[in-house]
């Protein structure tokens, strides 16, 4: 299903990242950064919640906007009951939506955001993700206290905030459609190879957005994948050679992007919620502006699964968001 826009913006984004982020090679295009992962709290979910205020602080900074004038703020997270969302935000907005699409949070933010502009209920919203390594680790696996080995195929949850400002007013940078993705099962059961229980999901809606739009790859300066890593980004490139004879020249993925996978021990690549967000908020958003880039296809893929549904040996499906971002 295929959303046009008119009259949606992204005016501004904000970024703010840990350690691991702050050593990587889009440093210099953070707001804020962090050395450590308490970033001075007690707690890491705390320090997640931390990340979400400062982001939210930053974007109204850089913005102009104060908090009263937020008509809606959509976030999400990968903590239980999206916490770091609900936490983070308090006192901001006059609307709340949290969201849970896992790592692909921070494009369905966008598009639920972007219908409520586009319908004019609302002139403006912010759309939130975040996710922090340690939080993610402790719910999702293991503490990382117990030293427990991983796979090379495992991804390393990325740590940080981004927030993005969409306005009907006009900015330089147009949302000028969107596809919203379905749950797709290819009856993948590792929880340390995501990239590959993505990838299908990645596929399905850039095909179904090829068909229901009448483009082609090269429509796009570039096209971004979430978080497949580096084994899921193969995937991802050969099956559609392979199979649809689409080669795709003009494409990365956000978690080989976020991190140099060379000198940082981080597996295959960023995942999280905050990882495509931090890479497309940041050093994507200033190609656009600088006219560097026209036309960027995002694909934000997630995971949709829990623990429990692991240990009663169910599938881990996956889904997958995209969104036109397009200079005026």
Do not use: W
């Not at 919640?49 to 959509?74: Q, T």
């Not at 239980?80 to 369905?108: D, E, K, P, R, W």
């Amino acid at each position: 299903m295929t959303f046009y826009y008119k009259n949606v913006y992204l005016e501004e984004t904000a970024t703010i990242t840990g350690p691991y982020e702050k050593n990587g090679p889009l440093r210099n295009y953070f707001d804020k950064t962090y050395d450590d992962l308490y970033m001075g709290e007690k707690s890491f979910e705390k320090a997640e919640i931390k990340l979400v205020k400062d982001s939210l602080i930053m974007l109204m900074k850089k913005s102009g906007i104060n908090k009263k004038e937020v008509d809606l703020v959509v976030g999400g997270d990968l903590l239980n009951q999206i916490t770091a969302s609900t936490y983070g935000s308090y006192g901001v907005g006059n609307g709340f939506v949290g969201i849970y699409g896992a790592c692909s949070s921070s494009v369905l933010g966008m598009i639920i955001a972007a219908n409520f502009i586009e319908s004019n209920f609302i002139n403006n919203a912010i759309c939130l993700v975040s996710s922090h390594n340690m939080t993610s680790e402790k719910q999702f696996r293991y503490p990382t206290e117990y030293g427990a080995p991983r796979p090379k195929t495992a991804t390393f949850t990325a740590t940080g905030a981004a927030c993005s400002y969409l306005t009907n007013e006009e900015s330089d940078v147009r949302v000028e459609c969107a596809t919203l993705g379905r749950i797709i099962d290819y009856e993948q059961k590792d929880p340390n190879g995501m990239g590959k229980a993505m990838a299908p999901a990645a596929i399905d809606t850039l095909l179904r957005h090829f068909q229901e739009t009448g483009r082609t790859a090269d429509y796009y300066d570039l096209i971004l994948t979430g978080d497949l890593g580096i084994y899921g980004k193969e995937i991802f490139k050969d099956y559609l050679s392979k199979q649809y004879k689409i080669k795709l020249i003009n494409y990365n993925d956000c978690g080989v992007m976020l991190y140099d996978l060379k000198k940082q021990k981080v597996l295959a690549g960023a995942s999280g919620p905050v990882c495509s967000a931090l890479v497309t908020y940041s050093f994507i958003f200033h190609q656009l502006k600088k006219k560097k880039l026209k036309r960027v296809l995002l694909l934000a893929t997630g995971a949709l699964f829990s623990p429990t549904m692991l240990y009663q040996k169910e599938n881990i499906n996956s889904i997958c968001h995209a969104i036109s971002l397009e200079v005026i």
